[in-house]
C-alpha cells in the first residue's frame, strides 16, 4: 500500500490514482477462527482483546460491481469490535458463514479471519463497473449498514432489510485495516474541515445517535424535551447530547467521574448526574432490583431539571433499563439500541402500561439516514467526539481501552495516515467552528500523539 499512500499525499488526481496498481495483500485488524475459543470459562471482564486482535496481511478480495476499493487513511474502534474481539455473545465467523452461503460474492467474506471494524475515512481507489456516483480520488467517510438493494424488503426503510448487516461485524473486510471492500451505498463525502482521524469516528455512533433521537424512526425528539442519557460522555452519549441541545431539548447525561462531569458541562449540558458519586444500587443482588433505588434516581432527575424525562436515550441494558422505564415520563419513550451490561432486561411492567410509556428499539441508521447525520458534522453543527488516536499496531490496546469503559467520546485508529492532523480539505471552515469544539473531547482526554 506504500505506493497508493505516496500518491494520496501527494495530491494525486482520481486518473493518477486508478492508475496505482492494487496490491494483492493489505495489512488489517483481524479476529482468528481458530482462536475463537481462547477465553472459554473466563468472565467477561477478563477476557482481553489485546491477545485475540492480530494485525497482519490479508489477501486482497475481488472486487463485486457494485462495490469500491477505499484506501483506509483512518477507523475507530466501536463496541462491536469489543464484542467480536472477546468472541460475544457468540463468535462472529457464524455471520459471515451465513453471508457465504448467501451469494457468489458473499462467499469472498467467509475466511479463517475476520477484518473487523465498522467505521472508515478515506479516499477511494476503484469502483466496480455497476457504480454511478464515486470515482477514484473521492474522500469519503464510510457508514455501516450493509444491504443487498436487489431484496424488496430493503426498499422501506433499509434497516428492516431482510439481509441487514453490519459492515466489519457481520460482513468480512472491515474498517481497521490499510484497504476495505464496502458497497457503493455506504459512502458519504468526507466532512472538509476534518482530519482523517476526526472524520473517520463518527459515522457509526453519530448516525445511531441521530435515528435514535432525530429521525422518524426512532423516539422523534422535539424542542422542550427532557432527555435522559445514559453514558452520556461515552460514544453513542457524546452525539446524543449535542442532538439533544441543538434541537431545543434539555439533555440530562448520565456519566461516572467528576471529569467525565465537568467535560459534559463544557459540552453544554447543563444537568449532569455522576452515577458512582450518587452510589445507585438498581440490583440489590443479581436477581432482585430495588425500587427505592429508581424512586431515589427519578427525585434526582427531577430537583435537575424539574420534570421526569420524555425520552431516556437507554443502551447500557440490563444494570439500567428497570431504572429507565420508571423515571420515563407518562407517555414517553425509552429507545434502546444496546444491553452492554447484559440484554436479558427485567423492568416492572405496570410502570410502562400504567403510564403509557413506550419502548422503542433502534439499531444503526438507513442511508438517508446516515447521510444526515454526516452532512450535519460537515456544516459544522455537530463535532466529533475524538478523544485519542491509537496506530494500527495498537489496535488491541484502543479496543481494551473501550471494554473496560476507560475512554471518552471514541477512539479513533490511524491505519494509512502517517499522523494526525492531516486530511483537512477547508481550513476555513474549521476556523469558522473553532478549534476548541471540534477537539472538545481531545482536549480533556489523553492520547498518543
Ligand atoms: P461507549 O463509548 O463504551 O459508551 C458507553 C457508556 O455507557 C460508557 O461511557 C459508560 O459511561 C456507560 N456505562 C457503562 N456501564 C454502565 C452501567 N453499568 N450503567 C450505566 N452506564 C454505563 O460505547 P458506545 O459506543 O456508546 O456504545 C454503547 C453500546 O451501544 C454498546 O453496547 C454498543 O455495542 C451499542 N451500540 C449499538 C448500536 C446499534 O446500532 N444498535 C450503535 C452503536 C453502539 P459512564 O461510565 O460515564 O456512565
Redesign the pocket.
Known amino acids: 500500500m506504500n505506493a497508493v499512500l505516496d500518491a494520496i499525499l501527494a495530491g494525486a488526481s482520481g486518473e493518477e490514482l486508478a492508475a496505482v496498481p492494487i496490491p494483492e495483500t493489505y495489512r488489517a485488524a483481524v479476529v482468528r477462527k481458530d482462536q475463537a475459543g481462547m477465553f472459554e470459562g473466563l468472565p467477561s471482564a477478563d477476557k482481553d482483546p489485546r491477545k485475540s486482535l492480530h494485525v497482519e496481511e490479508v489477501a486482497v478480495p475481488e472486487l463485486a460491481p457494485d462495490e469500491a476499493y477505499v484506501a483506509v487513511m483512518a477507523s475507530a474502534i ?3 469490535t469489543v ?1 467480536t474481539s472477546i468472541f460475544e455473545p457468540m463468535p462472529t465467523f457464524q455471520f459471515l458463514q451465513r453471508l457465504g452461503r448467501e451469494s457468489v460474492w458473499g462467499r469472498r467474506h467467509d475466511r479463517p479471519y475476520h477484518v473487523v471494524g465498522s467505521d472508515g475515512a478515506g479516499v477511494v481507489l476503484r469502483v466496480g463497473s455497476a457504480v454511478r456516483l464515486w470515482k477514484p480520488g473521492d474522500r469519503v467517510v464510510i457508514h455501516c449498514n450493509h444491504v443487498d438493494d436487489q431484496d424488496p424488503s430493503a426498499h422501506d426503510d433499509s434497516m428492516l432489510a431482510a439481509n441487514q448487516r453490519i459492515w466489519g461485524f457481520e460482513t468480512n473486510f472491515g474498517g481497521l485495516a490499510d484497504l476495505t471492500v464496502v458497497k457503493a451505498n455506504q459512502l458519504m463525502p468526507k466532512p472538509a474541515h476534518l482530519t482523517w482521524e476526526e472524520a473517520a469516528c463518527n459515522a ?2 453519530n448516525s ?1 445517535a441521530y435515528r435514535m433521537l432525530v429521525g422518524r424512526n426512532g423516539a422523534q425528539m422535539k424542542q422542550g424535551d427532557v432527555v435522559l442519557v ?2 452520556a ?5 457524546g452525539y446524543a447530547v449535542q442532538y439533544v441541545l441543538n434541537g431545543g431539548g434539555t439533555p440530562v447525561g ?4 467528576p471529569a ?1 462531569a465537568d467535560l459534559l458541562r463544557s459540552l453544554g449540558c447543563e444537568a449532569v448526574i455522576d ?1 458512582r458519586a450518587a452510589g445507585y444500587r438498581f440490583w440489590s443482588d443479581e436477581h432482585t432490583q430495588d425500587p427505592d433505588e429508581w424512586r431515589r434516581f427519578g427525585k434526582d432527575i427531577r430537583a435537575l431539571v424539574g420534570e421526569d424525562p420524555n425520552i431516556v436515550f437507554e ?2 441494558g440490563r ?2 433499563m428497570g431504572a429507565s422505564v420508571f423515571v420515563c415520563a407518562r407517555g414517553g419513550t425509552v429507545v434502546t ?5 447484559g440484554y436479558q432486561i427485567e423492568y416492572d411492567n405496570r410502570h410502562l402500561w400504567m403510564k403509557l410509556k413506550s419502548i422503542k428499539s ?3 441508521a438507513n442511508y438517508k439516514e446516515a447521510w444526515e447525520a454526516n452532512r450535519l458534522l460537515a456544516q459544522g453543527r455537530i463535532q466529533p467526539v475524538l478523544s485519542t488516536t491509537f496506530p494500527l499496531e495498537q489496535v488491541g490496546e484502543a479496543a481494551y481501552q ?1 471494554h473496560r ?1 476507560r ?1 471518552e467520546g471514541k477512539i479513533a485508529v490511524r491505519c494509512l495516515a502517517p499522523a494526525d492532523g492531516l486530511g483537512i480539505d477547508d481550513l476555513a471552515l474549521r476556523e469558522r467552528i473553532g478549534e476548541s469544539r471540534i477537539g472538545r473531547f481531545r482536549s480533556r482526554a489523553g492520547g498518543d500523539t
Request: one cysteine or more.
Open positions: 466501536n463496541f462491536n464484542w457509526l455512533c445511531t445514559w453514558g460522555s461515552g460514544g453513542l452519549g448520565v456519566v461516572s467521574s467525565k452515577r443502551h447500557p444494570q439500567t439500541c444496546a444491553a452492554t451490561t433502534s439499531h444503526f473501550v469503559n475512554h
